[in-house]
């Protein structure tokens, strides 16, 4: 089997790598980093550093790499697309219009073995798929021709993964002569929506393809499980000048108000939201790891990596943190610990109280006051805990 991965990035390299490797897969990469696509076809192999409860170097071989940035990259984009059993986006969402552009004129200049052809869309963005699907059609010349040819499908992913330096992270690059050093943890499941895809869907290691009732539960697991917590965990961790995720983890305040929005808040709304998919015991399972995942020592987050434009997260677009607290209301749940993050957010932006309506406004109507009121208190909290940091957090819980 034959996959086309458009991104060398930490989830390209560290991630969707890896589990096609494992079954066999051959893997052909699309980046616009010249030095890293002549080294990926020079060795024909990736190393990247794999964080469970040690560091393993994981190497794969098998591989090959286009040059984005070359001169012949739609003809070799085109003949890669002709013969591929499934194809991967993992650009960042920045980059959807380029990726649809590329999609769009490779496409039209060739016929595929595999029509519709399955585009597995990787990035960290809700309804990546749908956004995708977009920029292509309008590059490309008909809405026929763009059915005929691909089929966008959400991807839940969620192995973290870096994309780092040598000077950053003392470890083994990706290639022999390059900067670039990839850290990803030891998560292996890789769901998608059943309900997008095009049969029959080529099977690798790790794949759950997900009805799409519960395709949406575990899709909101991560939205507001994985990426709240962690969104609130850096906010207040930023806050309280703190270095990496794992110190978080080791400051009380912060420990308790992570734990209290992964497993009270966010845990008792999904369970209550999606009763057929989850019960108390999966989700505190499922808690227990991503807590240790989050906070892992050896994989060493940085509260940086954890806070770029954190405005994002209380926004419609993303709402990470305002949309958690949002889901949290409407299930019956009390988001306090969410509620600080969202605060946080406003204070490290210079936000002023008075300007919590406004930036909620866009919440479901059925929860906007309420939201509203218990934000404006944690903005409060949230103050007080800065200019004194005797003054506890967790007093907010209550």
């Known amino acids: 089997m034959e996959a086309l991965i458009l991104g ?6 560290g991630f969707v790598s890896e589990l096609l490797g494992r079954s066999g897969w051959e893997i052909t990469f699309a980046d616009i980093d010249s030095d890293l696509v002549t080294a990926l076809n020079k060795h024909g192999s990736i190393t990247f550093n794999k964080v469970g409860a040690e560091i393993e170097q994981i190497q794969l071989s098998g591989l090959s790499a286009i ?6 990259v739609r003809q070799e984009l085109a003949e890669a697309l002709a013969t591929t059993d499934l194809v991967f986006t993992a650009a960042g969402a920045g980059a959807f219009s380029a990726v649809g552009k590329l999609l769009a004129t490779a496409a039209e200049s060739v016929d595929f073995t595999h029509q519709p052809l399955n585009v597995l869309c990787c990035e960290n963005h809700k309804d990546a798929a749908a956004a995708l699907r977009q920029t292509t059609r309008q590059a490309m010349s008909s809405p026929a021709l763009l ?35 990839i850290v990803a943890e030891a998560y292996e499941l890789f769901p998608i929506d059943g309900s997008a895809v095009a049969a029959p869907v080529p099977q690798f290691e790790g794949l759950r393809i997900l009805s799409g009732p519960e395709f949406e539960a575990w899709d909101h697991r991560k939205l507001y499980a994985h990426n709240g917590v962690h969104a609130l965990l850096g906010v207040l961790g930023n806050l309280a ?11 009380p305040e912060l420990d308790e108000v992570g734990r209290r929005a992964i497993w009270e808040e966010v845990g008792g709304a999904l369970i209550r939201a999606h009763p057929q998919v989850f019960t108390c015991v999966d989700h505190n399972a499922f808690s227990e790891d991503l807590y240790v995942r989050i906070t892992s020592e050896l994989f060493a987050d940085t509260i940086d990596r954890a806070t770029r434009n954190t405005m994002r997260m209380i926004q419609p677009q993303d709402g990470r943190l305002s949309k958690a607290a949002e889901f949290v209301l409407q299930f019956e749940g009390h988001p306090r610990a969410l509620a600080l993050g969202v605060a946080g957010v406003m204070i490290l932006n210079d936000k002023p109280q008075q300007q919590v309506a406004e930036l909620l406004d866009c919440t479901d109507p059925s929860v906007r006051a309420e939201l509203i009121a218990i934000t404006e208190e944690a903005f409060a909290t949230v103050l007080t805990w800065q200019k004194n940091p005797a003054q506890k957090l967790s007093s907010f819980l209550q």
């Open 147 to 181: 059915a005929e040819r691909f089929v966008f499908v959400n991807t839940i992913v969620a192995r973290m993964c870096q994309r780092l330096t040598t000077e950053e992270r003392n470890l083994p690059p990706v290639a022999p002569g390059l900067d670039t050093v």
């Open 8 to 13: 060398a990035g930490g989830v390209g390299l």
């Open 67 to 72: 040059d984005l940035s070359g001169p012949n």
């Open 241 to 251: 000048g703190h270095t990496y995720m794992y110190e978080c983890r080791q400051d």
